[in-house]
Nanobody, 120 residues
Framework: QVQLVESGGGLVQPGGSLRLSCAAS????????MSWYRQAPGKERELVAA????????NYADSVKGRFTISRDSAKDTVYLQMNSLKPEDTAVYYC?????????????WGQGTQVTVSS
């Protein structure tokens, strides 16, 4: 059973940093691309950053390029999102996602989310 548990959210001042973690279990971690999404109140969930199963390729939303870094640790089955130079518009619930494509379609699982609030 796929389980994703996020942690590391909280309240931070503008310009500050946070590191989110997503601990994965119940599946072969290296077989799945991992992503971070976020959803602000009244808005749709949006992709923030993604990393391939092998960790060789990453992708970022334009709004976070140069400020956020996604990484994964295969020894700990954990994916991270380092967030620097945070802005109030980064305030949202951040969700971890694991996804792979098989012959039967796309398998996708979500964590429960962690709140990030950027405010002075």
């Amino acid at each position: 059973q796929v389980q994703l548990v996020e942690s590391g959210g909280g309240l931070v001042q503008p310009g500050g940093s946070l590191r989110l973690s997503c601990a994965a279990s119940g599946f072969t971690f290296s077989s799945y691309a991992m992503s971070w999404y976020r959803q602000a109140p009244g808005k749709e969930r949006e992709l923030v950053a993604a990393i391939t199963g092998a960790g060789g390729s990453t992708n970022y939303a334009d709004s976070v390029k140069g400020r956020f870094t996604i990484s994964r640790d295969s020894a700990k089955d954990t994916v991270y999102l380092q967030m620097n130079s945070l802005k109030p518009e980064d305030t949202a619930v951040y969700y971890c996602n694991a996804q792979r494509t098989t012959g039967w379609g796309i398998e996708s699982s979500w964590g429960q989310g962690t709140q990030v609030t950027v405010s002075s």
